[in-house]
């Protein structure tokens, strides 16, 4: 099934989801409280209707047997194989040529992201962390559609919070009637842990597991659940999380304004960073990625 088997794509670029994530967030302690939520529905824009029905469609069709088929289909890591300064390239064919707005390639993203961490003084591994968190992306360069590759995470095969945006539109999902996925736990156990928790299918989870050999704990957290907004935002699920999950919470939250704040128009200079980050990545990553 490929992107053209489901409706319109709605998004001009992925960027716009982002974009509409400093809508909500506005800045690094910004919480979505109802009120702001309520004004963010009223905002009345064609970009605002573009993200609406981007998640309309996430939120009908992200089902539990989806997110199987999907790691299934992914998982093994047998589609392509490229060096790792090679995936940047193969990324960064996700710019849309008509979109005059873009003024950032993906890459772009991930080097402001990464130099903001590194600025800080933060460790090396959170560095690449930054350098390599949206890696996930290249999904949409194998046919999937955007709402199967962006969007904010959840869980599936429990019930839906209404911390999530858009938490009406999951009554279109088949799960929401399912009374085995719609209950408060689900197919879970209270207090599980979130690695036993199936999340919508998506760029965090598939670059954690094309990762997850290669870095600390703490930094594949980040990148697993770093557009789990409900959680790392809205403390929302906390009757899943085991005590590690609670312990892991405070390296997912230093991450995140890092990913949405960073954002610059000034591109960084590449030539002058390159041996830095090709010594960071030789250290960290075999010289090939699988995807
Ligand atoms: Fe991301
Ligand atoms: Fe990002």
Redesign the pocket.
Known sequence: MNTNSFEAVPLKNLDEW?EDLLRRYPDPDSIATSKTTDEFRNYDSPERDTVKEFYRLNHQYQTYDFVMKKREEFLSFSKKEMPVWEAFNFLNELVDDSDPDTDLDQFQ??LQ?SEAIRRDGHPEWMVLVGLM??MGKVLCLFGEPQWAVVGDTFPVGCAYSDKIVYPEFFKHNPDYDNGKYNSKYGVYKEGCGLRNVHMSWGHDEYVYQMMKNYLPESGLYMLRY?SFYSWHREGAYGHLLDDHDREMLKWVKLFNPY?LYSKNPEPPDWNKLRPYYEDLAAKYLPATLKF
């Open positions: 982002e993203h991930l992201t968190h949206d770093h990913d």
